[in-house]
């Protein structure tokens, strides 16, 4: 009995697993004054990175988004909270980066 239990639990916690990460979200495209941005979820999840590490407080639902200059991003807000030249590469001089 404690091994169907056992083996339940496992494969209960593989399946939640495989859940997560096959949430992604896709990519988002931003449509800003000069240009497009297409974020992909899939690269910065492939890095590693949490989805609280966003969804915490920077991006909480798309409703909830806000659009920002580049001025506010190169203070700090939305991507540039990591986009920052530490963190990430800078949003100051490295547009073609993200606008295609």
Do not use: W
């Not at 979200?25 to 297409?38: A, E, L, R, S």
Request: charged share 15%; with cysteine.
């Amino acid at each position: 009995m404690k091994q169907i239990i056992g083996a339940a639990a496992f494969l209960s916690l593989l399946v939640n697993t495989l859940a997560f990460a096959a949430t992604g979200g896709g990519d988002v495209v931003i449509t800003y004054p000069k240009g497009q941005v297409t974020f992909s979820h899939d690269s910065h999840v492939g890095m590693g990175l949490e989805c609280t590490k966003c969804h915490a407080g920077l991006f909480t639902s798309k409703a909830q988004h806000k659009t920002v200059t580049m001025k506010q991003m190169q203070q700090g807000k939305s991507c540039g909270a990591c986009h920052n030249g530490k963190t990430a590469f800078t949003v100051k001089a490295n547009c073609k980066n993200c606008h295609k």
